[in-house]
């Protein structure tokens, strides 16, 4: 009899209004609400399999098509911990090994924990499924409850159980009906070489900056604004409060104390790009930065064209990754 293994895939996501500050520190409670749309192209798989052991290890994924992601200790001690929680929601016991990989390169800023919390997530109710006790129990976990589950292993993975939008408001996420349900994606990937501030730690700065007063109530009513626009299909309107979003999430950052920062001289060459597009065309992609310097860019279906020619523009000077047809297209 083979050994057996459970596996699961979860997608990247990102935030259009962002989640930054946390209300509640130890739970991922966070201080604002936030809207994602999900990247399809961009997954993390996760494999558990029982071992000889009482214990829990982690252990790179190897597998063609994928990238064998990286932990620090810190970060495998955050992943077996919440992988100890879960065994304990879906009454599992006993000792397992948990392997896991990306389909990007590991290496690219992108390794968000978005993705591999949820694949973990999602892969420990599989194991629940088949060895939790009561069965009744772990099948009665409906999607939004394993949202809420993994919002307490970091809080934007709540939001890769939802496509392609997500609204998260408190506890958990869920899917929200919008149009633009097929975006086009690219990232342009700028390595700036500076020494990493962790978004989990980025959430506990950002609470000393004098401009996190307010940010709270800022940010609800973008989401407000934003999820109209996008329903009226104003999508000049909703880039513009997109655009306003990160502006003001990086705001916190480089006003923290310490203050901190990830914008490089590339991220900004890269909006600049952004922003003569839209000047020329009066169109042009979203763009949004995370904590990190590398800028995401969303392009509605009929700007293919655009996509391809600022894909190839953007090329000359950094890697790019994008959704599938489009220049720097992952499988
Ligand atoms: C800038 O979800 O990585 O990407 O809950 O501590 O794991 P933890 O933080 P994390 O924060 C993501 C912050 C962000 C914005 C966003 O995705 O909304």
Known sequence: MGVEVWRAEAPSNIALIKYMGKAEARSNQPANASLSYTLDHLVSVVEISPNASPFDEWRPLREEGFSPIELSDKGKERFLSHFQFLKSEFQISGGFTIRSANNFPSDCGLASSASSFAALTRCAYNVGLDLGRPKEVVEAFALEELSILSRKGSGSSCRSFFRPWALW???????????????????????????????????????????????????????????????????????????????????????SSPAFGYMSPKSLQVLNFVREVWRELGDGPMATMDAGANVHLLYRQD?????????????????????PGLIGERP
């Open 303 to 323: 700007q293919s064209q655009i996509a391809k020619r600022l894909g190839a523009a953007l090329s000359e000077f950094c890697q790019v990754i994008g959704s």
């Open 169 to 255: 408001r408190g506890e958990g996420a869920d899917g929200v009906q919008l149009p633009f349900q097929r975006l086009h994606h690219q990232v342009a990937i700028i390595e700036d070489g500076k020494k990493e501030v962790s978004s989990s730690e980025a959430h506990k700065r950002v609470l000393t900056s004098e401009l996190f007063n307010g940010r709270t109530t800022r940010a609800e009513h973008r989401l407000q604004q934003l999820l109209s626009a996008l329903n009226d299909q104003d999508w000049k309107r909703a880039t513009d409060l997109v655009w306003a979003d990160f502006w003001d999430m990086h705001a916190l950052f480089e006003t």
